[in-house]
């Protein structure tokens, strides 16, 4: 499998490629920089001291065309523009950039009518199945509980809360069928006032090189159930997104999910 890894400089980007350059059937055809990257023309491999004799390109056109699948976890603009160029030739694309905003998603969406997408917030087995775990936990719980979602991550994280935070979000909402826009509480400061029943909140920290911590806790006024997950290592996310590409693999156009390629019933 031909693999171009978007965004190869990055802190996933050097994972991608390690990954990548350790799975037997896998080759690093390509990488990619943002225009105007101090990188661009150096060899892929220099951001984990290897020499790949492939250069970084800026434009997206050159990075899908040598690939047979793109790995993007980069920015909401590029993995648009990615998605598009994916889509014109056909190439596999697995996306897990977050803090895309609703225009994102769609244009993503639209291009997934043209070829296979895979996109998730968190390529994590265990984020995974905690999302599944979440969802039924809202459904079992009575409304008397409050669903808080806290997380953490490295102080160079651009976007709040973590789109695995708001995954959880949707997961516990959709547990309780309400939609999570109508009822989440993402930031509070202030003399906010009591909290209002049937709300989801979020807390943010940011701090260190934390790779991602996620806890949802649901609270009663006698009891409180707690379910974290902790990323130890972004070689997690890494492998997650390889496992996705292999997967997606002849499958028709569409946009999937990592709970397609884990087997999950939706
Ligand atoms: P990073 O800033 O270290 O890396 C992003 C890289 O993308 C940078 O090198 C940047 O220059 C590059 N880039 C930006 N615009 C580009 C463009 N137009 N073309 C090519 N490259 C471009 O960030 P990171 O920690 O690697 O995270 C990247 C994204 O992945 C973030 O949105 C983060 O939240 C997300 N992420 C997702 C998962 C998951 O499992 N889905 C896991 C970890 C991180």
Redesign the pocket.
Same mark, same amino acid.
């Given at each position: 499998m031909r693999v171009g890894i978007?965004?190869?400089?990055?802190?996933?980007?050097?994972?991608l490629l390690r990954e990548v350059l350790a799975a037997g059937d896998c080759m690093v055809a390509a990488g990619?920089?943002?225009?105007g990257?101090a990188?661009i023309g150096t060899d892929v491999g220099a951001a984990i001291g290897r020499t790949l004799g492939v250069a970084i390109v800026?434009d997206?056109e050159a990075?899908v065309s040598a690939a047979d699948v793109v790995i993007?976890?980069?920015?909401?603009?590029?993995s648009v523009?990615?998605a598009a160029a994916c889509a014109r030739r056909q190439r596999i694309h697995v996306?897990?950039?977050?803090?895309l905003k609703p225009n994102h998603e769609e244009a993503i969406r639209q291009a997934s009518a043209r070829t296979a997408i895979v996109q &998730?917030?968190?390529?994590?087995i265990g984020?995974n199945v905690l999302l599944q775990v979440t969802r039924q936990v809202a459904a079992l719980l009575p409304d008397a509980f409050d669903i808080e979602i806290v997380e953490m991550?490295?102080r160079?994280?651009?976007?709040a809360p973590?789109?695995?935070a708001l995954a959880l979000g949707r997961a516990a909402a959709a547990g309780r069928q309400v939609d999570l826009a109508a009822v989440a509480d993402r930031g509070r400061d202030g003399i906010t006032g009591a909290r209002k029943p049937g709300h989801i909140g979020f807390a943010v920290l940011r701090g260190g090189a934390v790779?991602?911590d996620h806890t949802v806790v649901f609270a009663s006024d006698s009891e409180r159930l707690e379910l974290t997950h902790r990323?130890q290592d972004?070689s997690?996310?890494a492998a997650? &997104?390889v496992r996705a590409a292999r997967w997606a693999r002849g499958k028709p156009p569409g946009l999937y999910g990592m709970d397609d390629v884990l087997g999950f019933r939706r």
């Open positions: 978007a965004g190869c400089t990055g802190r996933m980007g050097q994972a990619s920089e943002r225009p990257h990188a800026a997206p990075l993007d976890f980069t920015a909401p603009e590029a523009a990615l996306v897990g950039t977050t803090g &998730a917030a968190n390529f994590s984020v991550h490295h160079h994280k651009v976007d973590s789109g695995t790779v991602g990323a972004r997690l996310f997650g &997104a």
